[in-house]
């Protein structure tokens, strides 16, 4: 039966006696394989931070052009820095926003295979020091919120706790992007971005107070996912999708662009293993295990890899063909793991 709005879990459950936590494991594991979207409040994120981060990010996009454009992504091997409205594409079409890319900061690799470009330096605006220390913190705050739910997910399929830690102990691969989608719709709702998956393992999405525009697939109907004061949208990634053989569910969603006269602030957060990993396949209990749809069919009928680095560099070359012509022109007609 399809759904009017997302579920609301709250993970301070957890904290609650073994009784409590057995319940919220259960509710984890039952909406992310109906849904694979859900609302997560009770996270422990201090409004605070919410607040400082929130504003510094529209401080960014507040900046002069030229400020944005001196950190464009075509600067950067790495996909990282400052992307002009229209400059992304999803599955082909025009993604209708601006937004900066902010992954791990590491330096550049030289050598190994072709997913190991991705690792780099971040490019922070100049005239804006406090976007680095605000979003420093988050990343990590996140990214202990991140872990906790995915040891809980391991816990609630019948595997041991920590049996996804390997790929996230060395060298995470986490990607924020502080996106801005200024308005273009009028009668007919645009394009925001276009429907796709996530390719990685978790997103934790904050949107501003008071704003809509993401949509989420469900049994053929897309279901309205506003902003919720203080939560997070979470959704799973196509590589939770593959440890479960799709048990669990990474769920088409898309984003319809604002009403003209307005924009909207939208800041995911996705929590991604180290490039050269693989995430462990899980032997799941008989009576989940039976209920395991095996892999969804990609709109672009792109398998996904078993490598998260091949996954996640298609993606890359896919979305940003003017940074992938500029600096990976090898590669656009290489398979991405040579």
Do not use: C
């Not at 759904?3 to 936590?21: C, K, R, W």
């Amino acid at each position: 039966m399809p759904l009017d709005a997302l579920p609301i879990l709250d993970i301070s459950e957890l904290d609650l006696g073994e009784e409590s936590a057995a319940a919220f494991r259960d509710k984890l594991r039952q909406v992310t394989h109906d849904v694979g979207f859900f609302y997560l409040v009770g996270h422990g994120i201090p409004q605070e931070l919410i607040d400082e981060v929130l504003e510094v990010s529209r401080r960014f996009f507040d900046l002069p052009e030229a400020e944005k454009l001196a950190i464009e992504n075509v600067h950067s091997p790495q996909f990282r820095g400052y992307t002009r409205t229209g400059e992304e594409l999803t599955n082909g079409s025009v993604d209708w926003r601006e937004q900066i890319d902010i992954g791990e900061e590491r330096e550049a690799v030289e050598g190994g295979s072709a997913f190991h470009r991705l690792e780099g330096p971040n490019l922070w605006p100049a005239a804006l020091p406090q976007l680095e220390t605000a979003i420093t913190e988050w990343r990590e705050r996140l990214s202990v919120l991140s872990l906790r739910l995915l040891r809980t997910w391991a816990v609630a399929l019948g595997a041991p706790a920590d049996v996804f830690d390997d790929a996230f102990a060395e060298h995470p691969f986490s990607l924020i992007k502080i996106v801005r989608y200024p308005g273009r719709s009028s009668e007919i709702p645009e394009q925001g971005v276009g429907a796709h998956r996530d390719g990685g393992v978790l997103t934790l999405l904050l949107v501003e107070p008071g704003k809509g525009g993401l949509q989420v697939e469900h049994e053929g109907a897309w279901i309205d996912a506003p902003s919720i004061p203080g939560a997070f949208v979470v959704n799973i990634g196509e590589m939770l999708e593959l440890a479960t053989d799709g048990y669990l569910k990474a769920t088409l969603h898309r984003v319809e662009s604002p009403a003209l006269g307005t924009d909207r602030i939208s800041i995911p957060f996705f929590f991604n293993p180290a490039l050269e990993s693989t995430v462990p396949r899980l032997e799941l209990p008989p009576e989940l295990k039976a209920e395991a749809r095996g892999l969804s069919a990609d709109p672009t009928n792109n398998p996904i890899l078993e490598t998260y680095g091949d996954n996640v560099l298609r993606y890359r070359l896919r979305a940003h063909p003017n940074v992938a012509a500029i600096h990976h022109a090898d590669l656009l007609s290489a398979p991405p793991s040579s």
